[in-house]
């Protein structure tokens, strides 16, 4: 074999043997589900692979943490929609607006996150629709209906979970270990590249990816601390090693820019420049070795961290994308159940459920539409699978084993198709299809007409959720990002006027979890050059500011309060892209950093030979030292904040 072509061969097998081992625990997980549901003669046993299907996720962590928020999203909206059919259920017109209302402000608040908290608040809005509507036409069996989705719900993730966990586990614990290692070896290679002259370019999409890395690090902390103890023992100090990371990056990214200075200064600063930069590097390898260390201590009961701060994933909401999400989907709701009754189609509930559930998953994708059609592909494949199953081999299976055998062909291929990269919604669509209407009892009833019938109703449901998304205040990724470039430059105010305690991690965990959607709000396409400026430049300007109000004050009142006048107008100009403004700003930093006092060549010289002998730099700095490197570095930041760059249209 070649030597070259071993290791991508290796990968390869790697790859292939985690996808089957997630076919094979998911249909493993589907056949538990059944098996117990036809033997305790629950209603609707499909239901329980459904489930199944849903929460099937690669890593063991994320199934668990994903099936908990269902039973609780579930659980939720049982009981709600319990109390809607008591006060509503025989008023047609309230309850349908009660619904809707639900629905929409179960939407609202989802989009308010990005992680599995989003997802339960989902279920709460849509199990009003799989428990309502069969309870609308009777009310007095409202609670038993309920009883009964939630029981077969909770079948379904016992299944899963229990699955996940106990064969072949991908747990999410080992690839936290990973990410781990990987993100402060990354960390570090990064500061070697910008020592070995890194350009501006390489810097600003380091940064972008450590962004979205760090972000993917908290979503698996969250997820491992569900999955094992351990890892929520040790999850205080991954939180504190996150916080680290962003701190070196920061550093590092302030380092860079100070070392390739566009702003030009006079021959008298060179000298007070190289001493800062000094201070910079010995803070950059201060915080890497923190960092190491906390690392090597991550599984020691004794190390300590110190004072850390809880980064915010999935928490950086936008109310007007919560607004037009939860109005589309109680508009779409309604709009769909009015079509319903006017068409007097026998199996409308199924479109209206396929419309309003695909509606409200959907809208928190990057690119809605494009998802509700690869949904769309899903249930087009689905079809001949579904007709072939229902008509020749579900008949010819006889006893457990049988309908085991019978399914398995269609199981695996939908699990394979979820296992696929970008493929996953065309499973699930494939899969939702398949399992409702196979309609699988205890007793089966074959009638080809009704089943037919469901699968046209369940294409009908998906175009229905197409059309909603595409007309019905458009969930246009370009939309949503510009929402998100605005958003990041509100983070500047937070930078301004924040509480100064835990300010910066509190500042770059909002900067870079908004900058995680704004990379996803792009996928397989890139981020425009200008929403990469965006990006960086508020990091770099909102740090630049925060140091500022951290530094020492300068000596004299009036220079403290043209510094504090300085920071407000830069907020304002930046903000309004004031193009005149500007201009303003370099002249009064100007004008402050000519009022600093400078030190004198000898004291200059005396402290570079200190460091030399291995003298610690932060015990030497002063604190118009690191004044000095502040203002420094607001000059800097300002000079891509120019009209148009730092500029949400």
């Avoid at 100090?237 to 030009?264: F, K, Y």
């Avoid at 300007?541 to 020492?552: E, K, Q, S, Y």
Wanted: glycine share 6%; with cysteine; net charge neutral.
């Amino acid at each position: 074999m070649n030597a070259a072509a071993a290791p991508s061969w290796d990968a390869w097998l790697r790859r292939e043997a985690l996808t089957w081992g997630f076919i094979l625990r998911t249909v493993l997980a589907m056949f538990l589900a059944l098996a117990i549901a036809l033997r305790l003669d629950l209603p609707g046993p499909g239901s329980a692979a459904v489930t199944v299907s849903i929460v099937a996720l690669p890593q063991t962590g994320m199934v668990l943490e994903k099936a908990v928020y269902r039973f609780l999203g579930t659980l939720l909206g049982a009981v709600v929609t319990v109390a809607l059919v008591a006060l509503f259920g025989q008023h047609e017109f309230m309850f349908l607006g009660a619904v809707a209302l639900w629905i929409g402000l179960c939407t609202a608040v989802s989009t308010w996150f990005r992680t599995f908290r989003a997802y339960a608040w989902l279920l709460c809005g849509y199990t009003t629709c799989l428990i309502g509507f069969p309870a609308y036409n009777d009310p007095g069996q409202a609670f038993d209906i309920a009883v009964d989705r939630v029981t077969i719900v909770s079948l379904g993730i016992a299944c899963a979970a229990v699955v996940s966990a106990v064969v072949f586990p991908n747990r999410v614990s080992v690839s936290l270990e990973q990410r781990i290692r990987s993100a402060v070896n990354d960390c570090r290679a990064f500061f070697q590249a910008i020592q070995g002259g890194a350009t501006p370019d390489e810097v600003r999409r380091s940064q972008l990816r450590f962004s979205v890395d760090l972000g993917d690090l908290e979503q698996a902390r969250m997820s491992g601390v569900i999955e094992d103890p351990l890892t929520g023992l040790k999850s205080p100090r991954i939180v504190a090693l996150s916080r680290l990371l962003m701190m070196a990056l920061s550093r590092m990214q302030l380092l860079h820019r100070l070392q390739c200075a566009a702003v030009p200064i006079d021959p008298s600063r060179a000298r007070v420049r190289a001493w800062s930069l000094q201070i910079l590097e010995h803070q950059v390898q201060e915080t890497l070795t923190s960092v190491e260390n906390l690392h090597r201590g991550m599984h020691s009961t004794q190390a300590q961290v110190g004072e850390f701060f809880f980064s915010r994933v999935g928490m950086a909401a936008d109310p007007m994308q919560a607004l037009v999400a939860g109005a589309r989907a109680a508009s779409l709701f309604l709009l769909s159940v009015i079509f319903s009754i006017w068409a007097d189609w026998p199996d409308s509930f199924i479109a209206t459920l396929f419309a309003t559930v695909l509606c409200c998953v959907l809208a928190a994708q990057p690119n809605p539409v494009a998802s509700a059609w690869q949904m769309c592909l899903g249930v087009v494949l689905s079809f001949p699978a579904a007709f072939v199953c229902y008509t020749w081999v579900l008949p010819a299976a006889t006893g457990l084993p049988m309908l085991y055998l019978a399914l398995l062909p269609f199981l695996v291929f939908g699990a394979w198709l979820m296992a696929r990269p970008g493929r996953a919604l065309m499973g699930s669509g494939y899969f939702m299809v398949v399992l409702v209407t196979l309609n699988i009892t205890g007793v089966m009833q074959y009638d080809i007409a009704e089943q037919l019938n469901a699968q046209v109703s369940a294409l009908v449901g998906v175009l229905l959720s197409v059309l909603g998304l595409a007309v019905l205040s458009p969930a246009d990724p370009r939309w949503r990002a510009e929402r998100l470039l605005g958003r990041l430059l509100a983070t500047l105010r937070m930078a301004r006027h924040g509480r100064l305690r835990q300010l910066h991690p509190r500042f770059e965990s909002d900067v870079r979890e908004l900058t995680a959607q704004l990379v996803a709000a792009y996928p397989g396409t890139g981020m425009p050059a200008r929403d990469e400026l965006v990006a960086t430049g508020v990091l770099e300007l909102g740090a630049a500011i925060v140091r500022l109000r951290r530094a020492p004050p300068p000596q004299h009142a009036a220079d403290a309060q043209e510094l504090a006048a300085c920071l407000d107008d830069t907020v304002t100009v930046v903000l309004g892209n004031d193009a005149a403004g500007y201009a303003r700003l370099d002249e009064r930093i100007a004008l402050l950093q000519e009022r600093l006092p400078l030190p004198t060549e000898a004291q200059i010289k005396a402290r570079l030979a200190a460091v030399a002998t291995g003298a610690d730099v932060t015990q030497i700095a002063t604190g118009l030292d690191l004044l000095r490197v502040a203002l420094d570095s607001m000059a800097e930041a300002l000079l891509d904040a120019r009209p148009g760059a730092l500029h949400a249209a």
